[in-house]
């Protein structure tokens, strides 16, 4: 059957997250390696607030001030800040990972290469975000603001005590507003039709947006960058898998890696020829010809 092909396709779990485990942790190490010296990190920092403020576009004012002033908007922004960037991110991962195996390479892939990008930016352009810029541009660190409700203390999400395992000038691009878009694309288009999930698709990018400016956690502008940054990686994504089919072929360890000539992202073409998705508790028969749907039972 079409769905154990495709199962028998999907990589081995524990080689999946040995090699989330060593790029995360390369990531890791490499971020606080670029740290930079603060004195660069604020002037760009303010650099960035000058040219937003000329093009009028610096919404992070006015949400900081909102959230600072209203805790019932503050508090869950401040948790949603500190908890769901490392929640929501490995769970749909692993969601693709069991449910849509067809396509689980090119979002895994997608995912790490355009991690491996915001380092780049976080060396190259350290920034120091809004709410540790000197006094005077008017930011409130919210989450200090209400560190007694949660395990943060003035470090950003970082539990009290850790704020040394930080990098607190990695704000340029946001990867908080990176990770909720791949989370967003991934809900959209592999998921249910339902409307609830669709609507979540869409409000998870925009609410992160709204939390890491309000929170004075990033500039508009690392928001945008955080969105060029993952169009980059979903435009790397496909050679990548390609240049790694290549090398298994010569090191006689290849498998076949469905999804890279002709995934359905963001298209959504390769639906009609894929498993088709449970709906309802019924799972749509695949024959020799076309698919088609379980007759209806009598009314």
């Known amino acids: ?173 946001s990867l908080h507003v990176g990770w909720s878009l791949w989370c967003g694309v991934a809900l959209w288009h592999y998921g249910s039709r339902s409307l609830w999930l669709k609507t979540a698709a869409l409000a998870y990018p925009l609410l992160t947006t709204m939390v890491v400016m309000g929170t004075a956690n990033h500039y508009f502008m690392d928001a945008v960058a955080g969105v060029a940054v993952m169009t980059a990686g979903l435009l790397l994504a496909r050679p990548l898998l390609r240049l790694s089919e290549r090398i298994q072929d010569r090191l006689g360890t290849a498998r076949p890696v469905p999804g890279t000539e002709h995934d359905s992202l963001p298209s959504g073409r390769l639906a009609a020829r894929e498993l088709s998705r449970p709906t309802g508790g019924r799972v749509v028969a695949r024959h020799n010809g076309p698919a088609r749907e379980p007759a209806a039972p009598p009314s």
Do not use: K
Request: charged share 15%; with cysteine.
């Open 1 to 173: 059957m079409e769905y154990e092909r495709m199962c028998r396709d999907r990589p081995r779990w524990w080689t999946e997250l040995l090699l989330i485990v060593i790029v995360y942790g390369a990531y890791s190490g490499a971020r606080l390696l670029a740290r930079g010296d603060v004195s660069t990190a604020v002037d760009n920092g303010l650099a960035i607030l000058r040219m937003e403020r000329a093009l009028w576009l610096h919404p992070e004012v006015p949400l900081n001030e909102l959230f600072t002033q209203e805790a019932w908007l503050g508090v869950p922004s401040s948790f949603a800040y500190a908890s769901l960037h490392y929640i929501v991110t490995p769970a749909v991962l692993i969601w693709l990972f069991r449910r849509r195996p067809l396509h689980y390479r090119l979002m895994r892939t997608w995912l790490l290469t355009s991690t491996m990008l915001g380092l780049i930016g976080f060396t190259l352009l350290p920034t120091c975000p809004p709410r540790l810029l000197p006094g005077g541009e008017g930011f409130v660190d919210s989450l200090a603001q209400y560190s007694q409700y949660g395990w943060w203390t003035n470090d950003a999400s970082a539990p009290s005590g850790m704020g040394d395992f930080t990098n607190q000038f990695a704000a340029m691009p």
